[in-house]
């Protein structure tokens, strides 16, 4: 059995025990795959293992990969594509063209963009709004206050789908603080969800904060390091 099979299982035990520590079905809760850094041999692996949703930060290396992969005789079953990195306007092309989620959304223009370029061809592309829940003038995302603004911007987007909010909470020694930001964004998701009932995805957590997370009420994890091994960002 490969290390990156041997890793998935591990971290699919930790999913499926914080969501009994939260009295939660462990299939409420998605794995996404951060495959950033990795070579499509490793994506490979994963998908060998049974994994298939996967998220890239990087618009260049993500293509690359889903094209590795769709030109893979051995990747048989659909693989799902998330990006969730920081989105530049002169790169929303490439991803309306190849993604099937972009969980970083942070203003109206980049989702006028990703709408306006989606193929007419590929069904609407999922998306999450990116929340930047502590307040750091460094991370992208938008703010609690403008949130709800850009929810009804997005919602008219027809070739674009509301389907829920993301968020990398700063990373912190102190556990309380997380567990507010993510019952925060707990609480953001459901006054969300009354108004737009395509949102099923709170998609929070990562390796060093799942269980936090999961407990707070997360449907959507994102994990690399645990998943694939600390990245090389030299490489
Ligand atoms: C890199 C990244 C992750 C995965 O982080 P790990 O700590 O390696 O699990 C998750 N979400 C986003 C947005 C990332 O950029």
Redesign the pocket.
């Known amino acids: 059995m490969s290390t990156i099979s041997q890793q998935l299982i591990a971290v699919k035990s930790q999913i499926t025990l914080a969501a009994s520590q939260a009295e939660r079905e462990h299939d409420q809760i998605k794995l996404l795959a951060?495959s950033?850094t990795k070579p499509a041999a490793d994506v490979k692996a994963a998908y060998q293992a049974g994994q298939r949703q996967f998220?890239e930060?990087y618009v260049q290396e993500g293509v690359d990969k889903i094209l590795a992969l769709a030109s893979d005789p051995d990747i048989i079953e659909p693989v799902e594509w998330h990006f969730?990195?920081p989105l530049q306007s002169n790169k929303t092309r490439l991803v309306a063209e190849h993604f099937d989620w972009v969980q970083s959304i942070d203003r109206d223009k980049i989702a006028q963009r990703l709408n306006d370029q989606r193929p007419a061809e590929l069904p609407p592309l999922n998306v999450c709004l990116q929340v930047n829940i502590s307040g750091e003038a460094t991370k992208s995302g938008t703010t609690l206050s403008q949130v709800v603004d850009l929810a009804s911007q997005v919602n008219t987007l027809p070739r674009l789908k509301l389907r829920g909010i993301m968020a990398?909470p700063a990373k912190t020694s102190d556990q309380t603080a997380l567990n507010n930001s993510f019952q925060q964004l707990h609480q953001l998701y459901l006054q969300l969800q009354r108004n737009y009932p395509s949102m099923d995805t709170l998609s929070m957590g990562?390796?060093?904060d799942m269980q936090a997370a999961i407990l707070a009420g997360s449907t959507m994890v994102?994990?690399?390091?645990?998943i694939f091994g600390a990245r090389d960002y030299q490489n």
Do not use: E, F
């Open positions: 951060v950033k998220g930060n969730i990195g990398i990562m390796t060093g994102r994990v690399g390091t645990a």
